[in-house]
């Protein structure tokens, strides 16, 4: 994947799992940056883009040609309004030109965790995590597409979870959203495949350390480490079996949105 770099647009950047991927892309010196957050602070914002250009400029791995600088830059929304979700695919498209990797990685669990009764989740917080975490990656991949399709090349990976396909241990708000990304993905996989665009969703296991999941404790971690769906994980994710995946997630992904063979043929995977 040498010559022009592509753009890479990372939601929930500034998280735990967004800020290692847009850390690891930086790293490839393949891609420029454009990350998305919502409430993340100044100070966090200009660390990471510290660090993203600590590492920059950094040699072609392909040619050894030490290219321009990594652009990276940071864009604003709630992604629990769709007003919000157009104008930030505007103002990406503004300040990148293109959109070539959409990264759909931002989520929530609208403060619901541990669920135990199904009565516990009233029906709006159900509407708004699925607008949250599915439906505002949905209509930036709707709002991505066309000039993706335009150029006959796109890379759209959605950070779902296990929870999508065990049920987890968050609670059926969150469930729910993460499993309907992948009869979306799946459709979408293969009505898009002849026009040079990959769809596949990544849905890693229990990543601790991150706000979303914090590092739980003493009752907490022993439901969860004894929780009965880990011992399915290997055989449901054919990898992210354990606790703290991260790097194996963060691969999976880079894998997807790249441009060799294999990249190129994988698509419509649950990975
Ligand atoms: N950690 C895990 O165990 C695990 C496992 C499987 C899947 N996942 C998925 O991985 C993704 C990242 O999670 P994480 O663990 O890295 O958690 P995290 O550190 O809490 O990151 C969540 C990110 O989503 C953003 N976000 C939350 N609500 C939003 C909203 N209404 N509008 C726009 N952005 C919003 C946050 O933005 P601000 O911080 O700027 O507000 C933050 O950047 C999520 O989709 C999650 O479901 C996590």
Not at 6 to 12: M, Y
Not at 51 to 79: C, Y
Not at 154 to 182: C, E, N, Q
Request: net charge positive; aromatic share 8%.
């Amino acid at each position: 994947m040498s010559g022009e770099r592509k753009v890479i647009l990372i939601t929930g950047a500034t998280g735990g799992i967004g800020r290692a991927t847009a850390l690891t892309f930086a790293k490839t010196g393949h891609y420029h940056l454009a990350l998305h957050y919502k409430s993340a602070s100044a100070e966090t914002r200009d660390a990471l883009a510290s660090e993203v250009n600590a590492l920059s400029p950094i040699p072609d791995p392909d040619t050894g040609a030490t290219p321009s600088t990594i652009k990276v830059d940071f864009f604003q929304a709630d992604l629990g309004d769709y007003d919000s979700v157009r104008k930030l695919h505007k103002d990406v498209v503004a300040g990148f030109q293109k959109i070539d990797v959409l990264f759909a990685n931002a989520g929530s669990t609208l403060g619901h965790q541990g669920v135990k009764n199904l009565v516990d989740v009233p029906i709006d917080i159900f509407e708004r995590t699925w607008r949250v975490n599915t439906g505002s990656a949905i209509l930036l991949t709707q709002l991505c597409l066309p000039a993706m399709e335009a150029q006959g090349w796109g890379r759209i990976i959605f950070d779902s979870s296990v929870a999508a396909l065990t049920g987890g241990s968050i609670g059926p708000h969150y469930a729910s959203s993460k499993s309907a990304m992948h009869g979306f993905v799946h459709w979408l996989a293969g009505n898009v495949a002849k026009k040079g665009i990959t769809v596949n969703a990544v849905a890693p296991a229990v990543i601790t350390g991150t706000a979303m999941m914090g590092t739980p404790t003493g009752e907490r971690e022993r439901e969860m480490a004894a929780s009965k769906y880990l011992p399915s994980f290997a055989t449901s994710l054919r990898g992210s079996k354990c606790f703290s995946c991260l790097n194996r997630s963060v691969a999976k992904l880079i894998l997807c949105a790249r441009d060799t063979c294999r990249s190129a043929w994988t698509t419509g995977r649950d990975c």
